[in-house]
């Protein structure tokens, strides 16, 4: 008993980090124009899928890909800002929304005409695939690797907010785009260079999350799984999306491993979002989230 | 507003002021249509049929969730759990249990009310995004649970529906079923056209551009806000019952989140807060659809070694994906705007002002 609970927590830190990768890249897009980017999890499958493409058909050289794949991702990335979001600055919040569903079906078609006949794939192994065994509780080597990017990423982010001017600039303009743009801030360079940022971190968590198991449509749903995940830490706070990552992860393994055997499986699937109604009604503003909710 | 009334018509008395056809022309044109409507399956193909039936249905879907999302703006990216909701409970109700399929389309229609006023229930306290994600939470607990209830819904395998009798008559072809559900949009819109002029369709209005001023001006928010879910989920539960009608199979990858954002795609190429949008909106999206299938279908018998029928799926996505992002570019306003622009510019011809 001990040992399963003892598993099951570490198991939901490992997918929990996932989630908190994942949830980065949507948690920048956020805070810096309020919107939450539907299509990221799109855009992870095609990332992936141009990495495989690389790796697996053309076989080039590992760096080279890595390279070429968040290559891809930026211009994704000042695309998508440039040609869809930028028509819909100072609009409402419902255009923006539906514009990030409708790039997600655009990005999902893409998929489906160029890789969707092929199925699931997997990469040729790049990162150690074994497990750590430690008494009776097993640790996937994979898995730590993205913990650990995770955590690299929050660092890597926080000194950039804290310490770089365009970083600074980010930070203002999640106040208000007007103000900032009249305190002589460039908002829609800065905007690009956000969305060319959160392309890159989709990049790479298809790297690293299509290298962990198989690569299909699966990786577009990553985006509705981590919906707990950002509410619970929070929309603006990156910290808070690691942290509320290994939450929820926690949150689903444990039921995973004592309230399936009870109803017959699968309550995993839908945990996390019995999880998020809970929090919502709670406490919709998250763990570290700006209390800015308007109450009516 | 008035833009849509000729020169010279006046309205004398307050029964006309509200009326909602104003010139002898619009009653017409307005009874032309309906004629064309009831005349026209008879003659059409079985698949064609089909296709009106499907875009029928839809439209009712569209209609319940522009009175919420257009005129309230409560933000609803789980309208085909609601659809589902009424799917199921007529399938259940009908087909298990032996209930007269009015009776149970009724009831379908509380069953989706009832849960349309849960979901609801957080936008008390949330607002815009935080909403629409609660509602993606509820798309996916229904969703689960139509899994996981199989001894009920047949999970994963489907849930056969027989033939439907309504009063005696078997809707067995598809040109019944074409009727039925002509018949069911054309009262539901009327409905909902005579709603959006009431107070409750005003105060909408109110909460949608700015719900404190509402709430100031004496509009209750809780109250008028859970009455937009109710109605929009009544709508959605009774397009239900007719899927259940329609496709006679009910499973659950008929009602998934993708379902949820063609609806609101509908609503916003349409042109939200616009009725004769929804009506607009659901005709190019499910044309369009139905449109890039049989294109591609085509195209790929004619080139085999090219392109795989897989690939239509993808040629569809894409084709929706770019239209809304080239609506909201181009036209945030929708097809209801561009309609308004054709009529005006017809009656003010050739004196352009």
């Not at chain 1, 891809?72 to 990335?77: F, K, Q, R, S, V």
């Not at chain 2, 703006?73 to 799917?87: D, K, R, T």
Request: positive net charge; charged residues 10%.
């Amino acid at each position: 008993m001990a040992n399963a609970l003892l598993q099951a927590i570490i198991s939901g830190i490992l997918v929990g980090a996932t989630y908190a990768l994942v949830a980065m890249g949507i948690v920048i897009v956020y805070r810096s124009s309020g919107i939450f980017n539907f299509a990221h999890g799109a855009i992870i499958l095609v990332e992936a899928f141009v990495f495989w493409t690389l790796t697996s058909l053309a076989q080039w050289p590992l760096g080279l890909c890595v390279l070429i794949t968040v290559a891809t991702a930026y211009a994704i990335g000042a695309g998508i800002e440039f040609l869809a979001m930028r028509p819909l600055l100072g609009q409402p919040i419902l255009p923006s929304i539906m514009m990030t569903l409708g790039l997600s079906m655009l990005f999902i078609g893409i998929y489906e005409v160029v890789w969707g006949h092929r199925g699931p794939v997997t990469f040729p192994e790049f990162m150690p695939m074994g497990h750590w065994v430690v008494g009776e509780i097993v640790i996937g080597q994979a898995n730590t690797i993205i913990l650990g990017a995770a955590i690299l990423l929050l660092l890597l982010f926080n000194l950039f907010f804290r310490f770089t001017d365009t970083g600074k600039q980010v930070q203002a303009i999640c106040e208000s785009h007007i103000i900032a743009q009249s305190v002589g801030i460039d908002v829609k360079r800065v905007l690009s260079f956000v969305w060319v940022i959160a392309c890159g971190c989709a990049a790479l968590a298809g790297i690293l999350v299509g290298a962990t198991g198989s690569v299909g449509i699966h990786l577009d749903e990553l985006v509705f799984m981590v919906i707990p995940v950002i509410i619970l830490g929070g929309l603006e706070s990156m910290g808070g999306a690691l942290i509320a990552g290994l939450i929820v992860g926690l949150v689903e393994m444990i039921s995973a491993a004592f309230i399936d055997p009870i109803i017959g499986g699968g309550f995993r699937q839908v945990a996390p979002y019995l999880f998020l109604l809970i929090i919502l009604i709670v406490k919709p503003y998250g763990l570290f989230g700006w209390k800015r909710i308007e109450r009516i | 507003m008035n833009l849509t009334i000729p020169a010279g018509v006046r309205d004398e008395n307050y029964s006309q002021a509200i009326g909602v056809v104003k010139t002898k022309t619009q009653w017409g044109l307005a009874m032309v249509g309906l004629l064309v409507l009831f005349i026209l399956p008879p003659f059409l193909s079985d698949y064609l049929n089909n296709l009106l039936a499907l875009i029928c249905i839809n439209m009712i879907v569209v209609l319940g969730l522009n009175l919420l999302t257009g005129y309230c703006g409560q933000i609803s990216l789980g309208q085909s759990a609601f659809v589902a909701m009424g799917a199921y409970t007529t399938g259940i109700l009908y087909a298990t249990y032996h209930f007269p399929f009015v009776l149970a389309a009724f009831l379908a229609a509380i069953v989706s009310a009832v849960s349309g006023i849960i979901v609801g229930l957080p936008s008390v306290r949330l607002k815009g995004f935080y909403l629409a994600l609660s509602t993606v939470a509820f798309q996916f607990i229904v969703y689960w649970v139509i899994f996981k209830a199989d001894a009920l819904t047949g999970g994963g395998y489907g849930l056969a529906i027989p033939a439907v009798k309504i009063f005696g008559i078997s809707f067995d072809t598809r040109g019944k079923v074409a009727y039925l559900s002509i018949i069911s949009v054309v009262i539901l819109s009327y409905f909902a056209k005579s709603l959006a002029r009431t107070k409750t369709g005003r105060s909408f209005i109110a909460i949608r551009d700015n719900d404190l001023a509402a709430e100031v001006m004496g509009i209750a928010l809780t109250k008028t806000k859970l009455t937009a879910f109710l109605i929009s989920s009544i709508y959605a539960g009774l397009a239900g019952a007719l899927y259940a009608l329609y496709f006679r199979w009910l499973m659950p990858d008929l009602f998934t989140l993708a379902h949820s954002v063609w609806y609101l795609a509908m609503v916003i190429v349409g042109g939200m807060g616009s009725l004769v949008g929804s009506i607009l909106g659901t005709v190019f999206i499910v044309c369009l659809q139905e449109a890039t299938r049989v294109w591609f279908a085509n195209l790929a018998t004619a080139f085999p070694k090219v392109l795989s029928v897989a690939m239509g799926t993808g040629i569809s996505h894409s084709a929706l994906g770019l239209a809304i992002a080239l609506f909201l570019i181009f036209e945030p306003r929708g097809l209801s705007h561009r309609w308004e622009m054709i009529k005006s510019t017809y009656r003010l011809w050739p004196f352009s002002y």
